[in-house]
């Protein structure tokens, strides 16, 4: 499998920013060029499509199926297993922020409870007031990622087009609330 420029360019850069996201540089390599391919590949195309050895092609997709990033797929003709990523950008989008989620946020608000537990939410030291404000937020972002998540794709593409424009709304009813404090001043 000779890859065209622009796929070599892509995986290779897809590579560089999943090392930067905490991801191994060859999970994003394989990630990318499952996530361009039209027909699902096997191990044997990763190897030969990247010149990766295969077994790091084999721990790689370990690593995506383990975040559900890519989806199995047989072949009647063929006993190998098929990879493939999901076709809705919105799925992986949604897949990857629930795997951070479970990964990262929740292991740290669990934590952050339990220290509100065992030290006494109501505590006034500086420290237990930011741990008590750490915990909120993180409530609150984990609320709204729970509300976004349960929204359709497409509306949710309406629902970021709209929040720019309630930004500018929002933006705007400040300037004259100013305006008119200053006229009164």
Known sequence: MNLESPTREFVLHFGEMGARWGMNRTVGQIYA????????????DLVEGL???????SMGLKELKSWKLVKLVHRADDR?????TPEDVWEIVRTLAEQRKQREVDPTLTFLRELQINHGKASQTYASRRIDRTAQIIETAVEGYEQLAGIAPERL????????????????GQRRRRAATNQKA
């Not at 060029?33 to 044997?44: K, M, Q, R």
């Not at 010149?51 to 092609?57: D, F, I, K, P, T």
């Not at 190998?80 to 493939?84: A, P, S, V």
């Open 80 to 84: 190998r297993d098929y990879f493939q």
């Open 157 to 172: 593409e309406k629902l970021v087009a709209i929040g720019d424009a309630a930004r500018k709304v929002l933006d705007f």
């Open 33 to 44: 060029l499952l996530y361009l391919t039209e027909e699902p590949l096997c191990a044997d």
């Open 51 to 57: 010149g990766l050895s295969r077994s790091n092609v």
